[in-house]
T-cell receptor, first 118, second 114 residues
Framework: DAGVIQSPRHEVTEMGQEVTLRCKPISGHNSLFWYRQTMMRGLELLIYFNNNVPIDDSGMPEDRFSAKMPNASFSTLKIQPSEPRDSAVYFC????????????????FGPGTRLTVL | DQQVKQNSPSLSVQEGRISILNCDYTNSMFDYFLWYKKYPAEGPTFLISISSIKDKNEDGRFTVFLNKSAKHLSLHIVPSQPGDSAVYFCAASVRGSSGDKLTFGTGTRLAVRP
């Protein structure tokens, strides 16, 4: 299996521009997570989906952030308009677990997208 | 409000010695704890976990200890190897409606000197 795939790996954009990050979870996994990593706050959960349905988006910082999962094999995280403080590494992760808690499953992370907003 | 805290941003250890990484949490509802390891330009990978019903879990050179009364857990690596140099994240979860949601700490960068 190719693992969790994220694109692009690096994104440099100017303030005010729209940014779209993409994620393909591991086939057969039915929960997907978007995280943001910063030096100050570590790994923060932004939103997660179960069976393509958003379950918890309490970590989404502002209305400028939105996420979709149109099908089991694809998700996007969009920032519009982007700001310099959005600069961070964004990770996508997937898990085979369901909305019920399964301690035996672990989250598998993608390689991340490093976003720089100038 | 950081519910999971890793107060040491970095740690340097000599090869062959023990590495001890610490993690504190504030939410007494957490009942499952994990450590993830992250190399540069890669995503975090799962290392070891422990349930709140246990106080120790061992996997090869890696052992995680949980002290529920102190809300503290630690990861011991013995012996440390240069390949262990990475950022280590502590994470915690709560059984129930939150499903598989994890709360991560800020990470500790471990450097193992040859």
């Amino acid at each position: 299996d190719a693992g969790v795939i994220q694109s692009p790996r690096h994104e440099v954009t100017e303030m005010g521009q729209e940014v779209t990050l993409r994620c393909k979870p591991i086939s057969g996994h039915n929960s997907l997570f978007w995280y943001r990593q910063t030096m100050m706050r570590g790994l923060e959960l932004l939103i997660y989906f179960n069976n393509n349905v958003p379950i918890d988006d309490s970590g989404m910082p502002e209305d400028r952030f939105s996420a979709k999962m149109p099908n089991a094999s694809f998700s996007t995280l969009k920032i519009q308009p982007s700001e310099p403080r959005d600069s961070a590494v964004y990770f996508c992760a997937s898990i085979k677990g369901t909305s019920g808690h399964n301690h035996t499953d672990t989250q598998y992370f993608g390689p991340g997208t490093r976003l720089t907003v100038l | 409000d950081q519910q999971v805290k890793q107060n040491s941003p970095s740690l340097s250890v000599q090869e062959g010695r023990i590495s001890i990484l610490n993690c504190d949490y504030t939410n007494s509802m957490f009942d499952y704890f994990l450590w993830y390891k992250k190399y540069p330009a890669e995503g975090p990978t799962f290392l070891i976990s422990i349930s709140s019903i246990k106080d120790k879990n061992e996997d090869g050179r890696f052992t995680v200890f949980l002290n529920k009364s102190a809300k503290h857990l630690s990861l011991h690596i013995v012996p440390s190897q240069p390949g262990d140099s990475a950022v280590y994240f502590c994470a915690a979860s709560v059984r129930g409606s939150s499903g598989d949601k994890l709360t991560f700490g800020t990470g500790t960068r471990l450097a193992v000197r040859p």
